[in-house]
């Protein structure tokens, strides 16, 4: 039974493009939503979401919460070959339970 | 700036031969985590510790499996007699809970894992 979905799995983008991954997840006692980027080995905190509606901003990347409808979504804006990772979504349950979602694998081409 | 460390990077072992790993978290975090993550998948919780007591194993941790953290310090991942199927990346993450509240704002560090493989 999954709890955290991630979309699309990979995605295949050019430099300057714009990009949405997604992340819908189903658990009791949500506390909050994690995002992460993978590239070679640990994953870098990005974005911590705990109320719904609030934008996160951090130069091209963005990222929102829907606590209604249970999903996130993380955009990236004029990407960069750099961009190029696994972004995992990880959402925080019970207090001390992260779950994660099987990633999506981003590659930004030249 | 001492993050989460992790030794070794790497191994390479026989099937039926014992391994451990060793992780080091961030100095003044309490909460310490083992995660298994395989290609393609997001990393998959193992077991966890608050300072120096196991508060919580997967049932993907078998019997073979056993981790420790003696002094609240660091934490070592014991695997007994692998198989191929143990291999993966290991990784392991600590967070710092604020005490006297709720975890509402706990993140987590990752190390940069062991990866093992299983021959």
């Known amino acids: 039974e999954d709890k955290v979905v991630q979309s699309p799995l990979s995605l295949v983008v050019h430099e300057g493009d714009t990009v949405t991954l997604n992340c819908s997840y189903e658990?009791?006692?949500?506390?909050?939503l994690l995002w992460y980027k993978q590239e070679k080995k640990a994953p870098t905190f990005l974005f911590m979401l705990?109320?719904?509606?609030i934008e996160k901003k951090s130069g091209r990347l963005s990222s929102i919460l829907d606590k209604k409808e249970l999903f996130s979504i993380l955009n990236i804006t004029a990407t960069q070959t750099g961009d190029s990772a696994v972004y995992l979504c990880?959402?925080?349950?019970?207090?001390?339970?992260?779950?994660f979602g099987s990633g999506t694998k981003l590659n930004v081409k030249p | 700036d001492t993050g989460v460390s992790q030794d070794p990077r790497h191994k390479i072992t026989k099937r039926g031969q014992n391994v451990t790993f060793r992780c080091d978290p961030i100095?003044?975090?309490?909460?310490l985590y083992w995660y298994r993550q395989t290609l393609g998948q997001g990393p998959e919780f193992l077991t966890y510790?608050?300072?120096?007591?196991?508060?919580?194993k997967s049932r993907l941790l078998s019997d073979r499996f056993s981790a420790e953290r003696p002094k609240g310090s660091f934490s070592t991942l014991e695997i007994q007699r692998t198989e191929q199927g143990d291999s993966a990346m290991y990784l392991c993450?600590?967070?710092?809970?604020?005490?006297?509240?709720?975890?509402?704002?706990?993140?987590?560090?990752f190390g940069s894992g062991t990866q093992l493989s299983v021959l």
């Open positions: 705990t109320s719904s509606g």
């Open positions: 100095s003044e975090h309490n909460r």
């Open positions: 510790f608050q300072n120096e007591a196991q508060l919580e």
């Open positions: 993450a600590s967070s710092r809970r604020a005490v006297g509240q709720l975890s509402t704002n706990e993140k987590l560090f």
């Open positions: 658990v009791t006692n949500f506390r909050s």
């Open positions: 990880a959402v925080v349950y019970n207090f001390n339970k992260f779950y």
